[in-house]
């Protein structure tokens, strides 16, 4: 050891290699079984609750004490590295079938915009009052599937000579009037209580649509031919969602139009016998949700207190055609 007998800057090197390096032996590895997570993974774990979350609570059905004895280790230290097997009884994906449905729709005569209706339907001009044309006024208020009305509607519609102003060529070859019809009510059922459809190809009749399906949805709309709303105008016919086994959605048969009418939903179904269409359901499919790994801890369940297990969705509206997805885990909301 040198001596220093001035203050200075003075420059030591010392060799190190002779020391071993310091090993973090806190850092534990197990191999278990899980109801849920990462398989076949080796998963950085911090802390009791992460385990849980990530790969569920320790119960009698699961195979060996993986969970027990991580749970024990991560009461003294901070990480472990967690690897989940699976058995061929839990190597499944939890998956649930999310049912499709219809919308309420409602057409509007094509009598109204000055055409003739077809004579399938059994319905003249003298069904509609004889009224071609003129000033319409809509009142519509529509349910979604749980019952809950959303906000009403009130809208003015003028039909003259001057309603297809400002469209373009290809829309006025269509039928200008339905393209105008569509720019008052809006064709965004995203951002409107109500949005207004028509098929470009058979351009007879555009169709007020509820922003919800469902079985259990509906929609009322009447109409007027003045601004006190004492006078109906009938233009108004209820499309039926349920149509036949194998049609789609149809206008009734024969009737006669009426100024106020209420159309409903439809659910879809796997099959479609004589009992799903009197439940106004049609035969159709459905979005299948599945989980990003296999167990039996993402199904929906209850535990042994009583409280819920699994993961479960739901969906709510906010009293306007927007509404909100929350994702559940063991009961409480985990994300929206």
């Known amino acids: 050891m040198p001596s220093y007998v001035s203050p200075g800057v003075y420059i030591i090197e010392k060799d190190l290699s002779q020391y071993s390096p310091s090993i973090n032996s806190s850092v534990v590895g197990i191999v278990g079984f899980a109801s849920k997570g990462p398989v076949n993974k080796a998963t950085l774990i911090t802390s009791p609750q992460q385990l849980v979350d990530t790969f569920g609570a320790p119960n009698e059905g699961i195979v060996g004490q993986g969970l027990e004895g991580a749970i024990e280790i991560l009461e003294t230290t901070n990480s472990i590295y967690y690897v989940r097997s699976v058995t061929d009884a839990s190597s499944l994906q939890a998956s649930a079938e999310v049912q499709l449905g219809l919308c309420p729709a409602v057409a509007i005569s094509s009598v109204y915009f000055g055409g003739t209706l077809d004579s399938a339907l059994g319905v003249s001009s003298a069904e509609v009052g004889g009224n071609n044309g003129g000033t319409a006024y809509f009142k519509i208020q529509s349910w979604d599937n749980n019952g809950k009305q959303l906000a009403a509607v009130e809208q003015k519609f003028v039909m003259t000579s001057a309603t297809t102003a400002g469209l373009s060529d290809s829309e006025k070859n269509v039928s200008g009037e339905l393209f105008a019809f569509k720019d008052v009510f809006g064709g965004d059922i995203d951002g409107a209580i109500v949005g207004a459809y028509f098929d470009t190809n058979q351009p007879r009749a555009p169709y007020l649509v509820a922003p919800f399906a469902g079985s259990g ?62 439940a106004g359901q049609r035969q159709g499919g459905g979005v299948l949700f599945q989980s990003l790994y296999p167990g039996g801890g993402y199904n929906l369940g209850s535990k042994t207190d009583g409280t819920t297990s699994g993961n479960s969705i739901e969906i709510g509206t906010m009293g306007s055609p927007f509404t909100v997805l929350q994702v559940n885990e063991d009961g409480a909301a985990e994300e929206t």
């Open 217 to 278: 949805a509906y929609m009322t709309v009447k109409a007027y031919t003045d601004s006190s709303y004492s006078v109906g105008f009938n233009i108004l016919a209820a499309v039926n969602p349920s149509g036949s086994t194998s049609g789609g959605a149809t206008l009734p048969d024969s009737g006669i139009w009426a100024s106020g009418v209420r159309s409903y939903g439809s659910t879809m179904c796997t099959t479609a016998d004589a009992a799903h269409l009197a």
